[in-house]
Nanobody, 123 residues
């Protein structure tokens, strides 16, 4: 699976962005997908994940109620809608694919990674 993330940019606090991750490969529709982020000097963290069908989602506490993960298996694409952005959301955002169709929220369960897209939220 090859992944291409896009949609990052500079936005003011309170604004919104929508990230997209286009996947190639036959296994996308059977893979759990995740969005991770890594801020300077910090470890990469899981932001949100979605199972193969879209029926189960997970969000880290800091983004609950503000971010929404979704997927379109017909388009081999996963999205992250980010609303009410805060300066602490500033990071490089990565999409990732798991070999599992549903998985727990663990970075170790993800096998394929996109190149990252930078999100900068100004105060």
């Amino acid at each position: 699976v090859q992944l291409q993330a896009s949609g990052g940019g500079l936005v003011q606090a309170g604004g919104s962005l929508r990230l997209s991750c286009a996947a190639s490969g036959r296994t996308f529709s059977s893979s759990a997908m995740g969005w991770f982020r890594q801020a300077p000097g910090k470890e990469r963290e899981l932001v949100a994940q979605i199972n193969w069908s879209g029926g189960f989602t997970y969000y880290t506490d800091s983004v609950k109620g503000r971010f929404t993960i979704s997927r379109d298996n017909a388009k081999n694409t996963v999205y992250l809608q980010m609303n009410s952005l805060k300066p602490e959301d500033t990071a490089v955002y990565y999409c990732a694919a798991s070999r599992y169709s549903i998985t727990g929220p663990s970075i170790g369960r993800y096998d394929y990674w996109g190149q990252g897209t930078l999100v900068t939220v100004s105060s």
